[in-house]
């Protein structure tokens, strides 16, 4: 129980980390002498020190001799920071005792082989299922290079997103609200169609004073987005890219990109089939660092409407869906969260996997992961 009350310490510290480590992972680290916590961190911030390095900064006595609890595997390879092995074996720590395995091809194994031939006491896999849960974005996006996708979306009991006329401020309550804000600063990236900037004029931003709003993602098939709406108005201050599937040649389209360019937004032309925005390719850009003027997205909080999360859904790219379900009966023709033409027998429905109930004020989130492993939303 010692272990275990140690490693869960860890994963509490690597929470801390949330919304700042993107891409990298979140991890904590423990070290432990004589049944006492001397030295304790988490990676706080992408370029800055990593857990175990933070760990041994705030050491009390020497760690000679001593274990160290890290959610992690440590790493072995120089990046923005020098490899947290070299520093374990520098202080001396006798035992490690590891939570998650390092996908990462840099790592994969090697950090915990040479801890091992320098004679360190490595145990793995200890309370790995806890420690994977803190790393799901980590984990895809450095084996897939691709943005791990998070559907989110507030409904009625009765599955809708607005009413007949349109009408969806506010379904859920300020609980939920504020969890969104949450879900907001978490991931890198949040995307939404033109139909939600038409209808809603959002600013798809962080309302919380001194968290990091998310790269704003806007996919617009034939360029539509107003030039005075507030996704444009404030392009200079949060990082924006317009997605579309025009011709490049076309000259309204060469037009327009130059005017959205010269108010501060970033304007590409991914185009796939029947006009539309190919969201598996701008998810390879994206993830590839590929659009200039935008950084490598790990990941992406999809507040798309009804449209888009169709779209999404065909193209295989959600990894989770996250549903508020607010306690309210609209009725009607209100639109739902995923609209296109939808399937023909329940036999054929994507599946999902339920994985967490949370009651958030007078509403629930249910949380929902894609069966199979490998994230794609599948078919019976």
């Given at each position: ?25 979140l ?65 001396k ?26 004679g ?16 799901p ?20 009991a ?66 539509r ?67 200039p ?88």
């Amino acid at each position: 129980m010692t272990d275990r009350r140690f490693m869960e310490r860890a994963i509490e510290l690597a929470r801390q980390g949330k919304g700042w480590t993107n891409p990298n992972p979140l991890v904590g680290a423990v070290i432990v002498k004589d049944g006492r916590v001397i030295g304790e961190g988490y990676h706080a911030r992408c370029g800055e020190p990593h857990a175990e390095r933070n760990a041994i900064a705030a050491l009390t006595e020497p760690a000679e001799g001593a274990d160290l609890y890290v959610t992690l595997e440590p790493c072995c390879h120089q990046g923005k920071t020098p490899p947290c092995t070299e520093a374990i074996l520098e202080h001396k720590i006798a035992r490690v005792i590891i939570g998650s395995r390092d996908p990462n091809p840099k790592v994969a194994g090697k950090g915990a082989a040479i801890l091992r031939e320098a004679g360190v006491c490595v145990e793995e896999d200890f309370m790995r299922e806890e420690c994977d849960r803190l790393n799901p974005v980590f984990f895809h996006y450095i084996t897939e290079k691709r943005p791990y996708v998070v559907m989110k979306y507030a409904m009625t009991a009765d599955g809708k997103i607005a009413s007949r006329t349109g009408a969806s401020k506010w379904i859920t309550g300020e609980e939920a609200r504020a969890r969104v804000q949450e879900l907001r600063w978490t991931y890198m990236g949040i995307m939404a169609g033109i139909g939600t900037v038409l209808a809603d004029d959002p600013l798809l931003t962080v309302r919380e004073e001194g968290r990091r709003s998310p790269v704003r993602i806007i996919c617009d098939s034939r360029l539509r987005i107003p030039e005075d709406c507030r996704i444009c108005r404030t392009a200079r201050t949060y990082p924006t890219v317009v997605v579309c599937a025009m011709d490049e040649a076309g000259t309204d389209y060469l037009e327009k990109r130059k005017r959205l360019q010269e108010a501060g937004l970033h304007v590409v032309s991914v185009p796939g089939e029947k006009g539309q925005v190919d969201l598996g390719r701008l998810m390879e850009l994206l993830g590839g660092g590929d659009i200039p003027g935008i950084g490598a997205v790990d990941s992406i909080l999809l507040e798309g409407g009804g449209i888009l999360n169709d779209s999404a859904l065909q193209a295989g790219i959600v990894r989770e869906v996250k549903a508020f379900i607010a306690p309210k009966i609209f009725g009607g023709g209100g639109r739902t969260p995923v609209e296109g033409t939808g399937v023909e027998l329940p036999s054929e429905a994507r599946r999902l996997r339920l994985d967490k109930i949370t009651r958030i004020g007078g509403d629930l989130l249910l949380e929902y992961l894609a069966e199979g492993g490998d994230g794609t939303c599948l078919r019976e």
